[in-house]
């Protein structure tokens, strides 16, 4: 069976960890020194890919519980990364500093969507009156 | 066997009522793209069953006639927002691309899209090609044989589908910048419907410049397919005339 909860969070996790990868390889293509042209065409990619991350972030992390964690560093990475342009003039302070929150965004969704596939597996092997009566039978107990 | 879609959608984080709906959906695999270009790179690559555009009617159908210009044997459809009109209906229909109206009620949204899904099922897993209604280039076989036809084709790094037509049948050769990149004869594909194309003396060819084959089937470079099949060519001939 499938949980609409699930597949929802998990849809939302496999979009913006998408958008972190592609943010990651545009500013791997600015670090990089011996790629001298940096084009329009991947000056508006890294704008719109900015602009989908600012939109939905804050949704997302809020909808996976992840919100408080990571919302600070999310924000860092996409305040300091303006340009591709932008991120080749940073400071190689700066730089270690943004790929180090870059890598804290990316490894705690890599990881909770590892978390999310291992339940869609679990749930697949089951039926829906299989999963509601596993779930009534494991309700706790109230002391009244 | 799960039925694979391709969604284009520009906001799929808050405009996602279908693919929330999708996403429920048993057997049904989905992946999303944001951007036209995203979903002709990702249409390449792999295969799709079927191809929903999801957005605003007008564009949505302008990108659905771009998609069915590179992909004909894809099932495409547009998810539109509101009623649509006359014109847009016809446009659709020319190019045989499906309309469906994203409905209020959540329980007929997921009615629509089930019978999409269903239908699917029933679609023919026809390789994904593209198409350009114009032949650039119609021929003889009697005139030019396959192995000059696609000798020429080749050195000037054409891509684009050869269609030959004889008596023994229907084949269809792919080219990709100048290399056969899927060929198939009825249940022969690759280097065995190369090998059997090559034979023919007799039927009709054209050709439509810029249409892509998803699937690849042959890897060898034309040279090599062209030494080899001349060869086994003139040993045919060797048999014929012994």
Redesign the interface.
């Known amino acids: 069976?499938?949980d609409?909860e699930l597949?929802?969070r998990l849809?939302?996790l496999?979009?913006q960890l998408d958008n972190w990868k592609k943010l990651h390889d545009l500013i791997t293509y600015g670090l990089d020194k011996t790629k001298p042209i940096i084009s329009s065409e991947q000056e508006h990619q890294f704008t719109e890919i900015r602009a989908?991350l600012l939109?939905?972030t804050e949704?997302?992390f809020g909808e996976l519980n992840i919100l408080a964690e990571l919302s600070g560093k999310a924000m860092n990475v996409l305040q300091r990364s303006v340009s591709v342009r932008g991120v080749r003039d940073l400071t190689s302070e700066d730089m270690r500093r943004l790929e180090m929150e870059w890598n804290a965004v990316f490894t705690k969704l890599g990881v909770a969507q590892g978390q999310l596939k291992a339940r869609r597996k679990q749930l697949a092997g089951q039926t829906a009156f299989a999963y509601y009566l596993g779930r009534l039978f494991r309700r706790p107990a109230i002391a009244c | 066997m799960e039925t694979r879609l391709l969604i284009l959608n520009a906001d799929?984080?808050?405009h996602?009522r279908a693919?929330?709906i999708l996403?429920?959906?048993?057997e049904v695999e989905?992946r999303?793209v944001?951007t036209f270009a995203e979903s002709v790179q990702v249409l390449m690559a792999e295969n799709f069953d079927g191809f929903i555009v999801e957005g605003e009617s007008a564009l949505a159908i302008e990108q659905a006639t771009n998609a069915r210009q590179h992909f004909p044997s894809l099932k495409i459809v547009c998810l539109i927002l509101y009623r649509h009109e006359a014109e847009i209906a016809a446009a659709a229909e020319q190019q045989e691309i499906g309309l469906l109206h994203r409905a209020r009620s959540e329980r007929r949204l997921r009615q629509t899209l089930a019978s999409f899904v269903r239908s699917l099922d029933s679609h023919s897993c026809t390789p994904a090609e593209g198409i350009d209604p114009c032949h650039s280039l119609i021929g003889n076989l009697n005139q030019f044989s396959a192995a000059e036809i696609l000798q020429m084709s080749c050195l000037s790094q054409r891509s684009g589908r050869f269609t030959f037509k004889s008596g023994r049948g229907n084949s269809e050769i792919y080219l990709q910048q100048g290399s056969v990149r899927h060929a198939v004869f009825g249940s022969l594909e690759g280097e065995s419907a190369v090998a059997e194309i090559f034979r023919w003396r007799q039927g009709r060819f054209y050709f439509e410049e810029g249409i892509i084959s998803q699937e690849q089937t042959v890897d060898r470079p034309w040279a090599h397919l062209l030494i080899d099949n001349l060869q086994k060519l003139d040993e045919t001939l060797e048999l014929v005339s012994v």
């Open positions: 069976m499938r609409k597949e929802t849809r939302l496999t979009l989908n939109q939905e949704h997302i | 799929p984080v808050f996602d693919l929330a996403d429920t959906l048993e989905t999303i944001r």
